[in-house]
């Protein structure tokens, strides 16, 4: 995982930086709600490659927009690690499957 560095194409709608081979951007602020434990596991991800969270997710997204896969073997260990930590003991296969926890449970 690396910071944003990829050379533009035609289609990307990003301009040429000054800086050679970094795309200029715009980030916008976003309340994005997330399951507790996942967004632990991803802070603990980002701060062990010393990025964002919102570089790290950049990252990810893109990559699995080209269906790639962002993590290195030695990061995917580290997901391992960090879920264990964190108690994440759910999967891909939970996508579109959880509800909100309710205060009243």
Request: charged share 30%.
């Amino acid at each position: 995982m690396g910071r944003t560095n990829s050379n533009p194409s035609a289609k990307s709608g990003g301009q040429m930086s000054r800086r050679k081979g970094f795309i200029t951007v715009e980030r916008v602020q976003t309340g994005v709600r997330i399951e507790k434990r996942l967004l632990k596991v991803l802070k603990g991800l980002a701060e062990f490659h010393d990025l964002s969270v919102g570089d790290l997710l950049e990252g990810i997204v893109l990559h699995a927009f080209e269906g790639k896969c962002a993590l290195s073997r030695k990061s995917l260990e580290k997901v391992r690690d960090l879920k264990k930590i964190y108690e994440l003991d759910y999967g891909s296969e939970a996508s579109h499957q959880m509800e909100e926890q309710n205060d009243d449970q």
